[in-house]
């Protein structure tokens, strides 16, 4: 099976990567930079350490990234004064590719990033995480410096300090088990190895990230894995587990909304590749329901998964990396 | 370099100047819990440190203590720099701390996470103002500090270590300008009451532990303190009973004696025994009392050159002291005869809450002195 070999050759642990002297060495030996993007929306809770972390751990310490950049999509809380206060490079999304103009999402958020951060690797990291650690970034760079093959390394969080059994169960949160694992396993069954599509942290090439397109909300994820899956094949992965990762829990309702957006992005793919035909005008409106004074009123949510292109057609990018 | 010339604003500087490398370290020490007996994971992190600081020695010991030695270009004589690495909170509490702009908050914060990152980023402040003391520098990370564990880490190193510490600074968070440089005698005790299952009300009267230990509490409160040498009772938590309209059948006192004297300290101690002997064989309940701390009462003078050096600095540093006497790792380096300060690190806020906050600034100062009393102590010579 191939999904068996992949998952033996592609699936780390951090721990395997512990010796970042000899990440630095391999780093500067490809003569590679590496870039840290963190999008935020109102994150001053966590932000801080976040940065504080990654610069004295991965550029001061052991210089493993070149820059960590800070990509805002217009928070109305302290995000950047806190980030920029501990030595971020700070963005509004709005103020990168002006010409591009300007809309709100996370996607928005990494996509401005490949034209303004000088990487040739990017790491993505959210902002929302409270047990952060340096294993965040070089357990995702690492595979990329040890794999020329890897191009796109995503993160899963697994191993609970104690089992009773010997099989447990292993794999994501509530909508990767509900959604997106069995959209996988109905359209692209190898991409089901994958522990945790949906997670936020993931290192990518340039090369790569240039050349596939960005939905600006929910299904940015989704996207870039059945995209870089039909252009390059399951091998272009790679995961590593980075144990723990604590963050804000999202109510039932949230995760209804996100699960539409990535619904959306999911069949726009799979129309594109011929793989379905939806014939019937598809709603971009969400429906949930409420009770009010023993009434039910419904709730109605437009979520439109609007697109950007491969940044590698808009000409400022190519003059600014390929002139 | 010599620090002891650095202009006390220079010398704040350097240290700002690895604020990233501090607050890293404060995070992931402060994030690694820690309880009284529980500190393996945080040694753990400390050796680590110690070791990619290439400090020579580095090791463990059976009690849990982090050990690390820097030597010295000459190595005439050995500074102990000590921080204790325990907490008072559970390990299933939420130990992730919150960064801002001029303040992190988190558990054990204040007490004693920032003493022990101060410890651990000690060597790399060190070499980042290209400072070698001519003397040994052994960096200590102790264990069992807090309540029950008595300065059982500290105590064991001094028993058990080979090295002849000659000075010793010990690092607390809070607050800054604090400076100890004795101890009073100090006992804390825990009283506890239970009621037996057969208890025969008939004949002792109808009443609960709760009834009999605030017999006890107030048979305490007429013990006779002397206002000098200075003396007190403190009650510090009492718990019993679960219901409205049931006899307790158990009630918890913990409390503390301190003095200046040992000698009135102990005779309150078998004054508490008495109280204790007498209700127990007027009622009919168990009562035990568990001695679980003790302090020595000693230390060094207000001239003592190692107390003169610290003012010193300082007053350099515009760092008003706040002078009073240490129940931490300095009663025990006192009571083994090592000239000992306790120097604190920035102000603190809500110490050993949920809520505890320290503030960044005011850290650079409290760094910066400790940094100028090592470099005092390198060209002062030796100061026992």
Same mark, same amino acid.
């Given at each position: 099976?191939?999904?068996?070999?992949?998952?033996?050759?592609?699936t780390?642990?951090?721990?395997?990567f512990?010796?970042?002297?000899? &990440?630095?060495?391999?780093?500067?030996?490809?003569?590679?930079?590496?870039?840290l993007?963190?999008?935020?929306?109102n994150?001053?809770?966590?932000?801080?350490?976040?940065?504080?972390?990654?610069?004295?751990?991965?550029?001061?310490?052991?210089?493993?990234?070149?820059?960590?950049?800070v990509?805002?999509?217009?928070?109305?809380?302290r995000?950047l004064?806190v980030?920029?206060?501990?030595?971020?490079?700070?963005?509004?999304?709005?103020?990168?590719?002006?010409?591009q103009?300007?809309?709100?999402?996370?996607?928005?958020?990494?996509?401005?990033?490949?034209h303004?951060?000088?990487?040739?690797i990017?790491?993505?990291?959210?902002?929302?995480?409270?047990?952060?650690?340096?294993?965040?970034?070089?357990?995702?760079?690492?595979?990329?410096?040890?794999q020329?093959?890897?191009?796109?390394?995503?993160?899963?969080?697994?191993?609970?300090?104690?089992f009773?059994?010997?099989?447990?169960?292993s794999?994501?949160?509530?909508?990767?088990?509900i959604l997106?694992?069995?959209?996988?396993?109905?359209?692209?069954?190898?991409?089901?190895?994958?522990?945790?599509p949906?997670?936020?942290?993931? !290192?990518?090439?340039?090369?790569v990230?240039?050349?596939i !397109?960005?939905?600006?909300g929910?299904?940015?994820?989704?996207?870039? &894995?059945i995209?870089?899956?039909?252009?390059?094949?399951l091998?272009?992965?790679?995961?590593?587990?980075?144990?723990?990762?604590v963050?804000?829990?999202q109510?039932?309702?949230?995760?209804?909304?996100?699960?539409?957006?990535?619904?959306?992005?999911?069949?726009?793919?799979?129309?594109?590749?011929?793989?379905?035909?939806?014939?019937?005008e598809?709603?971009s409106?969400?429906?949930?329901f409420?009770t009010?004074?023993?009434?039910f009123?419904?709730?109605?949510?437009?979520?439109?998964?609007?697109?950007?292109?491969?940044?590698?057609?808009v000409?400022?990018?190519?003059?600014k990396?390929?002139? | 370099?010599?620090?002891?010339?650095?202009?006390?604003?220079?010398?704040?500087?350097?240290?700002r100047?690895?604020?990233?490398?501090?607050?890293?370290?404060l995070?992931?020490?402060?994030?690694?819990a820690?309880?009284?007996?529980?500190?393996?994971?945080?040694?753990?992190?400390?050796?680590?440190?110690?070791?990619e600081?290439?400090?020579?020695?580095?090791?463990?010991?059976?009690?849990?203590?982090a050990?690390?030695f820097?030597?010295g270009?000459?190595?005439?004589k050995?500074?102990?720099?000590?921080?204790?690495?325990?907490?008072?909170?559970?390990?299933?509490?939420?130990?992730?701390?919150?960064l801002?702009?001029?303040?992190?908050?988190?558990?054990?914060?204040?007490?004693?996470?920032?003493?022990a990152?101060?410890?651990?980023?000690?060597?790399?402040?060190?070499?980042?103002?290209?400072?070698?003391?001519?003397?040994?520098?052994?960096?200590?990370?102790?264990?069992?500090?807090?309540?029950?564990?008595n300065?059982g880490?500290?105590?064991?190193l001094l028993?058990n270590?080979?090295l002849?510490?000659?000075?010793?600074?010990?690092?607390?968070?809070?607050?800054?300008g604090?400076?100890?440089?004795t101890?009073?005698?100090?006992m804390?005790?825990?009283?506890?009451?239970?009621?037996?299952?057969?208890?025969?009300?008939?004949?002792?009267?109808?009443?609960?532990?709760?009834?009999?230990l605030?017999d006890i509490?107030?048979?305490?409160?007429?013990?006779?303190?002397?206002?000098?040498?200075?003396?007190?009772i403190?009650?510090?938590?009492?718990?019993?009973?679960?219901?409205?309209?049931?006899l307790?059948?158990?009630?918890?006192?913990?409390?503390?004696?301190?003095?200046?004297?040992?000698?009135?300290?102990?005779g309150?101690?078998?004054h508490?025994?008495?109280?204790i002997d007498?209700?127990?064989?007027?009622?009919?309940?168990?009562?035990d009392?568990?001695?679980i701390?003790?302090?020595?009462?000693?230390?060094?003078?207000?001239?003592?050159?190692?107390?003169?050096?610290?003012?010193?600095?300082?007053?350099?540093l515009?760092?008003?002291?706040?002078?009073?006497?240490?129940?931490?790792?300095?009663a025990?380096?006192?009571?083994a005869?090592?000239?000992?300060?306790t120097?604190?690190?920035?102000?603190?806020h809500?110490v050993?809450?949920?809520?505890?906050?320290?503030?960044?600034?005011?850290?650079?100062?409290?760094?910066?002195?400790?940094?100028?009393?090592?470099?005092?102590?390198?060209?002062k010579?030796?100061?026992?």
């Amino acid at each position: 099976m191939k999904i068996d070999a992949w998952l033996k050759s592609n699936t780390f642990h951090h721990s395997t990567f512990w010796d970042l002297k000899q &990440l630095v060495d391999e780093k500067e030996r490809q003569n590679l930079k590496i870039s840290l993007c963190i999008p935020t929306l109102n994150e001053e809770n966590t932000i801080g350490k976040e940065i504080v972390i990654f610069r004295s751990e991965l550029m001061t310490r052991y210089p493993l990234i070149d820059e960590i950049a800070v990509i805002d999509s217009g928070s109305t809380d302290r995000t950047l004064e806190v980030a920029a206060s501990f030595g971020a490079d700070t963005y509004f999304s709005g103020d990168i590719l002006p010409s591009q103009g300007f809309k709100r999402g996370k996607g928005e958020n990494l996509w401005k990033a490949i034209h303004q951060l000088e990487g040739d690797i990017i790491v993505y990291v959210d902002a929302d995480i409270t047990n952060i650690h340096s294993r965040f970034v070089y357990g995702l760079v690492a595979p990329l410096l040890y794999q020329p093959e890897t191009q796109y390394v995503k993160a899963f969080y697994d191993r609970p300090l104690a089992f009773s059994q010997g099989i447990r169960p292993s794999g994501g949160g509530r909508v990767t088990e509900i959604l997106t694992r069995p959209l996988f396993s109905l359209f692209f069954p190898e991409l089901t190895a994958l522990m945790q599509p949906l997670s936020g942290e993931y !290192a990518v090439r340039r090369k790569v990230l240039e050349e596939i !397109a960005f939905p600006i909300g929910y299904g940015v994820e989704i996207s870039h &894995l059945i995209d870089v899956y039909t252009k390059w094949g399951l091998y272009a992965f790679a995961q590593t587990d980075l144990d723990k990762r604590v963050h804000r829990n999202q109510d039932t309702r949230d995760l209804g909304k996100m699960a539409f957006g990535i619904l959306q992005s999911f069949l726009n793919r799979a129309q594109q590749l011929d793989m379905i035909d939806v014939k019937a005008e598809v709603s971009s409106i969400l429906r949930q329901f409420q009770t009010r004074e023993q009434m039910f009123e419904q709730k109605q949510f437009t979520i439109v998964e609007e697109e950007r292109p491969p940044i590698i057609t808009v000409d400022e990018y190519r003059e600014k990396f390929h002139a | 370099m010599n620090l002891s010339t650095i202009p006390p604003e220079t010398l704040r500087q350097h240290v700002r100047e690895c604020r990233d490398l501090l607050l890293a370290n404060l995070v992931m020490t402060a994030e690694t819990a820690a309880p009284t007996f529980g500190e393996a994971n945080r040694v753990r992190f400390l050796l680590d440190r110690f070791r990619e600081s290439g400090l020579d020695n580095i090791s463990s010991d059976e009690v849990n203590n982090a050990v690390g030695f820097l030597p010295g270009t000459t190595g005439e004589k050995t500074v102990a720099v000590v921080a204790h690495l325990d907490t008072v909170f559970d390990p299933k509490e939420n130990h992730a701390l919150s960064l801002g702009p001029d303040r992190v908050k988190g558990i054990g914060i204040g007490d004693n996470s920032l003493g022990a990152a101060v410890l651990v980023t000690l060597p790399m402040l060190l070499r980042h103002l290209k400072f070698q003391p001519s003397y040994n520098l052994l960096l200590l990370g102790v264990s069992r500090s807090l309540g029950r564990g008595n300065l059982g880490g500290i105590r064991f190193l001094l028993e058990n270590s080979p090295l002849k510490i000659d000075e010793a600074i010990c690092l607390e968070g809070c607050p800054l300008g604090r400076l100890n440089y004795t101890s009073v005698a100090m006992m804390r005790g825990e009283i506890s009451i239970q009621m037996p299952d057969e208890y025969d009300f008939s004949r002792f009267g109808v009443y609960g532990a709760i009834y009999r230990l605030n017999d006890i509490i107030n048979r305490i409160l007429e013990i006779p303190r002397p206002s000098r040498p200075q003396t007190s009772i403190v009650f510090g938590s009492i718990e019993g009973g679960n219901t409205f309209h049931q006899l307790a059948r158990e009630a918890k006192l913990r409390f503390e004696v301190r003095s200046e004297s040992d000698e009135v300290a102990g005779g309150i101690l078998h004054h508490i025994r008495g109280i204790i002997d007498e209700v127990r064989a007027r009622s009919g309940v168990r009562i035990d009392l568990e001695e679980i701390a003790w302090r020595q009462h000693g230390g060094i003078s207000f001239d003592h050159p190692l107390v003169q050096l610290s003012r010193d600095v300082m007053r350099g540093l515009d760092i008003p002291p706040q002078i009073g006497p240490s129940m931490s790792e300095l009663a025990a380096l006192i009571a083994a005869k090592i000239p000992a300060v306790t120097l604190g690190l920035t102000h603190v806020h809500n110490v050993n809450t949920l809520e505890e906050t320290v503030e960044i600034e005011p850290m650079f100062d409290g760094i910066a002195q400790v940094l100028g009393v090592l470099a005092g102590l390198d060209s002062k010579g030796d100061l026992s």
